[in-house]
């Protein structure tokens, strides 16, 4: 469960923000807020359809038509003939949905500052100036970006535009070997973990590797660093994945040897290699499903994830790798009541918080996704 505090302090943030949704009706209690979403799906039908990231609270997730992670609900997206498409998760998130449906399709985010601490670690301007430099010292036409998911649409478009592809931690591994098979080196980014995890799998050493930061100069990195690496990391990372440690494995390890460690690879190289197994949201998911009965597992990943795991699977003994419970405080923004404003808007058909991603973003990003999905 989440601390008292940290509910206290994520509500006093909120209700200090200008740019949240306006609930007119504050006298409504909880109960009556997810009565009236259930009257208003009803009313609306087959005009609305609800995308739920697993990373979601369960009240918000008891009203997704369909729940997944990135890719999952990337393909969804595509598939979708709803008018008005509501994204329960983050604003990279919809704004990937918004590319993959048509253009008379609405997506709408509940909450546009649902954003993500890891998609604002790279901008635009950043990635341009880092492609600059890495220009001076290795021919870029020989250097394929690669983007996670986790990231705005413009660098969506850069990949797009300069040969490259979009993963997601499900199907990064067949990215990168297809990246590695077009040019000579990777730049990747946002996720620093996520890269380095997974060319470690593909048998890259961590020697040919270096982690780019732009905020430092040049990034950090001599031209010759350059010209030697196979693999550039950008510096980025995900707060909550980051908050798991080799000592919580090593705590828990002591007490329970037999209980199972089980990471998402955005968690650290040491974290990674500590653990028992690693992998995507629905590689975590497959192997809970999977587990035989009786068996114990700390996983380190998002908090509501793991207690939802943990409800579900009851003849399973399944906790948090870390003792503080890791919270993605930014898809906790996305409340009931801010999901019952956007049903609100659409009924009175002044639909809010709509993401459109500007066409000659959407040109070249598009080329990116296109790519992740023929190569997977």
Excluded at 110 to 122: K, L
Aim: a negative charge.
């Amino acid at each position: 469960m989440v601390t008292g505090t940290l509910l206290i302090m994520l509500d006093f943030y909120e209700l200090k923000d200008d740019h949240l949704p306006k609930i007119q009706d504050k006298e409504l209690s909880d109960e009556q807020v997810l009565l009236e979403i259930n009257a208003l799906r009803a009313k609306l039908g087959d005009r609305v359809a609800l995308l739920g990231h697993h990373y979601q609270q369960d009240d918000i997730i008891a009203f997704a038509d369909y729940t997944g992670d990135s890719l999952q609900l990337a393909r969804e997206a595509a598939k979708l003939k709803a008018e008005y498409i509501i994204f329960c998760g983050v604003h990279f998130m919809a704004e990937t949905a918004d590319m993959l449906t048509a253009d008379n399709q609405n997506v709408i985010l509940p909450d546009m500052n649902a954003g993500c601490s890891m998609a604002d670690m790279a901008n635009r301007s950043e990635i341009d100036r880092a492609w600059k430099s890495i220009s001076k010292a290795a021919n870029t036409d020989t250097v394929i970006p690669i983007t996670y998911i986790n990231c705005d649409a413009k660098l969506k478009d850069f990949v797009g535009a300069n040969g490259g592809a979009i993963c997601t931690s499900s199907n990064a591994k067949q990215v990168i070997s297809w990246a590695l098979e077009q040019g000579e080196k990777l730049l990747f980014f946002p996720d620093q973990h996520l890269g380095r995890n997974t060319c470690v799998e593909l048998g890259i050493s961590l020697d040919e590797m270096i982690v780019y930061n732009p905020n430092l100069q040049n990034g950090g990195v001599t031209a010759d660093q350059i010209k030697e690496a196979k693999v550039i990391l950008w510096y980025g990372f995900c707060s909550v994945h980051q908050g798991f440690t080799v000592d919580q494995i090593k705590e828990i390890k002591a007490k329970e040897p037999e209980r199972t460690i089980l990471i998402h690879p955005e968690c650290s190289y040491e974290v990674y290699s500590a653990a028992d197994m690693s992998g995507s949201t629905s590689f975590i998911l497959n192997t809970i499903k999977d587990a035989p009965k009786g068996s114990k597992w700390a996983i380190g990943t998002e908090i509501n994830l793991v207690n939802r795991l943990a409800a579900q699977f009851t003849d399973l003994d399944i906790l948090s790798l870390s003792p503080y419970q890791c919270l993605c405080t930014t898809m906790y923004r996305v409340r009931p009541r801010w999901l019952l404003e956007s049903l609100r808007s659409i009924d009175n058909n002044t639909p809010t918080n709509i993401i459109k991603v500007p066409a000659a973003i959407k040109e070249n990003a598009l080329k990116a996704l296109d790519r992740m999905l023929n190569i997977c």
